[in-house]
């Protein structure tokens, strides 16, 4: 069983930057995708961000130029690098993986962290 377990969330200044982390362990089978989602109270669960076995990546509009995500498939960990962080960034991010399909959505992973939050103030 895959075990995704998220760390490098905290509270940053507007305009700031974080970087996110994603630890997988405890699996054997290939991982054909790795992506980001996050939730705050307020809206519904958005993809953030999505990384093949490839490299090829997809991202949300409102996060594009600005996000960027990455893996080191030696160390099988994900990253989720935050620059130019804005207030409306702040939610509660979930690393997901998925065995056979890719491509950004917000919900139909197989694999999912529990979270790591990142709050963003004026």
């Known amino acids: 069983q895959v075990q995704l377990k998220e760390s490098g969330g905290g509270s940053v200044q507007a305009g700031g930057s974080l970087r996110l982390s994603c630890a997988a362990t405890?699996?054997?089978?290939?991982?054909?995708?790795m992506g980001w989602t996050r939730q705050s109270p307020d809206k519904a669960r958005e993809g953030v961000a999505t990384?093949?076995?490839?490299?090829?990546?997809s991202y949300a509009d409102s996060v594009k130029g600005r996000f960027t995500i990455s893996k080191d498939n030696a160390k099988n960990t994900l990253y989720l690098q935050m620059d130019n962080l804005k207030p409306e960034d702040t939610a509660m991010y979930y690393c997901?993986?998925?065995?056979?399909?890719?491509?950004?959505?917000?919900?139909?992973?197989?694999?999912w962290g529990q979270g790591t939050q990142v709050t963003v103030s004026s």
């Open positions: 990384i093949d076995s490839d490299g090829s990546t």
């Open positions: 405890g699996y054997s089978v290939k991982i054909d995708c």
């Open positions: 997901a993986a998925d065995q056979s399909r890719c491509g950004l959505r917000a919900w139909a992973y197989e694999y």
